[in-house]
Each structure stands twice: as structure tokens, then as C-alpha cells.
């Protein structure tokens, strides 16, 4: 009797062994597929960051020239253009900030931090830039204003200009949605992760 349940209790704990190895072992797993989706989404980030730049970069000097033919004043044109090579540096500087090693070498609760300041330094950007694009659309407003003083052509010059600003603006809208919604993401896995760990 006391043999059986020796052997009863043995079996438990065996088995309890084996339950314990198997829980570690998908731990593990899910701590790959998690640490893998990270990764994927900074990846994501760092993508769309990069096709920012170019177009940015590209996009510099045919504004310029286009204002410039259009007799917009220097001023407004060397404004733009300093706004423009800034958005520029901005995206890179996110794309740097995401190629932390941190980010690379699974140090998470680094990784969350980086995350987290690349996602507050996009809001912060979006705010300059919507104020810098009041006062640029006025000031270009008036300018074509004083250019072309027929109605018709201010209005069809502003129009133009209209479709060409909602255009951007509706890229730029959905750009930065889901870079915030993928950091946002990210940030929530790599707690998730640590959290997972610390128990």
C-alpha cells in the first residue's frame, strides 16, 4: 500500500516535471513569436521612414524650382525649403532612433523606451508641422494673390494648389496613423513581454 502510493506520488511529480518543461518551452516560444512581431513592426517603421526621405529628398528641389518659376518671393521659397530639408532630417533621425542596438539585440525595456521617444517626437512634429502649414498656406495665398491678380487664374492657381496639399496631406495622414498605431503596438508587446518574464 504505502509502495503504491510511493509510486502514485513519483508519477505525479513526474508529470509534473514534464508540465513544468512543457510551459517553459512555450514560453519560450511565444517569447520568440512576440520578440519576432517586435522586430517586424520596427521594420515596418523604418520602411516607411525611409520612403519619406526619398520622396522628401526628391521632392526639394522640384518644389523649389516650381516656386521659383511661379515668382513666389525668395523668402517663401527659402522658408519651404528649410522646412522641407528639416522633414527630411526628422525622418532620418527617426530612422536612426530605430536602428537603436538595443532594438536589435533584445534589450526590450530599452527597445520600449526608444519606441516610446520615436513615437512622442512624431507627435511633436505633427503639431509643428500643422502650424508650419497654416502659416505657409496663407503666406502662399497671398503671395499668389499679389501674382496673379485675375480672379479666374488665383482661383484655379489656389485650386491646383488645393488638390496638391489634400494629396499630401491624406499620404502624410495615413503615414503617420500607422506608425503611431505599430509604436503604439510595439511599446504594448515589449511590456507585455517584460511583464511575462518578471513573473
Not at 516656386?67 to 528649410?82: D, I, N, P, R
Not at 532630417?89 to 520615436?118: K, P
Amino acid at each position: 500500500m504505502i509502495h503504491n502510493e510511493h509510486e502514485e506520488l513519483e508519477q505525479m511529480r513526474e508529470q509534473l516535471q514534464l508540465l513544468k518543461e512543457k510551459l517553459a518551452r512555450e514560453h519560450i516560444v511565444n517569447d520568440r513569436v512576440m520578440r519576432r512581431a517586435v522586430r517586424d513592426k520596427i521594420s515596418g517603421v523604418q520602411q516607411r521612414s525611409v520612403a519619406m526621405s526619398i520622396f522628401g529628398t526628391f521632392a526639394i528641389p522640384f518644389v523649389i524650382v516650381t516656386l521659383l518659376m511661379t515668382g513666389f518671393s525668395t523668402c517663401y521659397v527659402v522658408m519651404t525649403g528649410a522646412f522641407l530639408i528639416i522633414s527630411v532630417i526628422t525622418e532620418l533621425y527617426t530612422m536612426m532612433m530605430l536602428r537603436s542596438r538595443d532594438l536589435r539585440s533584445g534589450n526590450l525595456l530599452s527597445a520600449g523606451i526608444q519606441a516610446a521617444r520615436v513615437k512622442r517626437l512624431q507627435q511633436r512634429w505633427l503639431i509643428i508641422g500643422l502650424l508650419f502649414v497654416a502659416v505657409w498656406l496663407s503666406w502662399g495665398a497671398y503671395e499668389l494673390h499679389t501674382l496673379f491678380p485675375n480672379a479666374e487664374e488665383f482661383h484655379a492657381m489656389l485650386i491646383s494648389g488645393a488638390v496638391g496639399g489634400v494629396i499630401g496631406g491624406v499620404i502624410g495622414g495615413v503615414v503617420y496613423r500607422r506608425n503611431q498605431r505599430e509604436l503604439s503596438e510595439i511599446i504594448d508587446q515589449i511590456e507585455d513581454l517584460i511583464e511575462g518574464e518578471e513573473e
